[in-house]
């Protein structure tokens, strides 16, 4: 009896110089096979080569477009890119997953050997096995504005860096003053530099008309939120695109509670930190400020949780800095204006301002 297929799909593992490509396919009853596999250069000759090859396999395996199929790969830094980015403009339904979920994947299935042959496969496999959501690109304003806020954020983090070495040097028993020169020279340079990048953030933030006027209300309204922090937000999500819902959104960022319970063994809960650093570094700095105001509705939601935990500052810190995020999500989603009474008029349990998610976090 000939097996009958259910679904195809495309594992890419991808290196800086070339990537495997694995094409496999799933019957009914589980079974994975392997099509076909090769390496292909990560050039853009290499890419057109892969493109050719994919769709050879499928005019020949899905003629009649009846099977799921999709191409995955994991993130690799910036060596995924072209690749990931070539395939979407063919046409090819592209999808992205994280390496620390795609390595556990692999141990789940028994491979524990590292092969770029067997990474495909097993990625491969994943694919069959799963269904992922489709990647897309971010716009080349988000790029851009991306690109210049990562920059920023570089240059701050050596300048803080060139500022402790001055720092320690000063107050050495030894030093040397034109080590020291050399030193605020550099710091100097940096903050020019900071400077340039900051303003041309906010050249490509006025530019578009679009994003400027659902994230200047935001930004008016949210004490604590500067231009750079919403910015960031954005462009790290590119505009929330692929975000759906306020759990998804903070799992992305690191804020979902992670818990550790089994039997009588109960430890505190946390929050897991697995995702986005550069949105969490902004909203931590974004909390600061607004807790420094010491007004507001979101300070009384501050002041709530320290009671709970007085000997604890950054429990309720970081409460503050979830809800941000999460208040710059359902505003900027519903295009709505802040409104500090909201929970008063309307008491709902899934409002932003009463969401027990919110409330519930005071043992992160």
């Not at 979407?88 to 789940?108: F, H, I, M, T």
């Not at 420094?292 to 000997?311: A, C, D, M, V």
């Not at 709505?336 to 969401?355: A, I, V, W």
Request: aromatic fraction near 10%.
């Amino acid at each position: 009896m000939k097996k009958k297929f259910v679904r195809l799909a495309c594992g890419l593992d991808i290196g800086k110089d070339k990537f495997r490509a694995c094409f496999g396919r799933i019957d009914q009853s589980g079974h994975f096979t392997v099509k076909s596999g090769r390496f292909f250069d990560n050039t853009s000759s290499g890419i057109k080569a892969f493109l050719v090859w994919t769709k050879k396999h499928l005019t020949k395996l899905n003629p009649d477009n009846e099977l799921p199929f999709q191409v995955l790969m994991e993130t690799t830094g910036v060596y995924h890119e072209s690749v990931c980015l070539a395939a979407y403009e063919a046409g090819l339904p592209v999808c992205l997953e994280v390496a620390k979920r795609v390595k556990r994947y692999l141990q789940s299935i028994g491979q524990y050997s590292k092969t770029d042959k067997l990474d495909a496969k097993g990625i491969c496999q994943m694919g069959c096995e799963r269904k992922f959501k489709l990647w897309k690109p971010c716009s080349p304003n988000i790029l851009k504005l991306r690109t210049s806020l990562r920059h920023r954020k570089s240059l701050v983090n050596n300048k803080t860096r060139l500022s402790n070495q001055l720092h320690a040097m000063i107050y050495s028993a030894y030093t040397d003053k034109e080590v020291q020169s050399s030193i605020k020279r550099l710091i100097k340079q940096m903050e020019r530099e900071i400077e340039k990048m900051e303003d041309l953030c906010m050249e490509l933030y006025q530019a578009d008309e679009i994003l400027y006027k659902k994230l200047n209300p935001i930004i008016n309204a949210l004490k604590g939120v500067g231009v750079i922090t919403a910015l960031t937000v954005i462009a790290e999500t590119n505009g929330f695109a692929q975000i759906t819902s306020l759990k998804q959104l903070a799992s992305y960022v690191g804020y979902d509670i992670i818990e550790n319970q089994s039997g009588n063994s109960n430890k505190p809960t946390k929050i897991s930190k697995q995702g986005n650093t550069r949105i969490r570094s902004q909203m931590y700095m974004a909390a600061v400020a607004l807790i420094r105001t010491k007004e507001g509705p979101i300070y009384q939601f501050f002041l709530r949780i320290q009671q709970r935990n007085p000997k604890f500052y950054k429990v309720a810190n970081v409460a503050v800095q979830r809800k941000l995020l999460l208040l710059i999500y359902t505003l900027y989603k519903n295009e709505t204006q802040y409104d500090p009474l909201y929970h008063l008029k309307n008491k709902k349990k899934n409002s932003p301002e009463l969401s027990p998610e919110l409330y519930e976090i005071e043992q992160v």
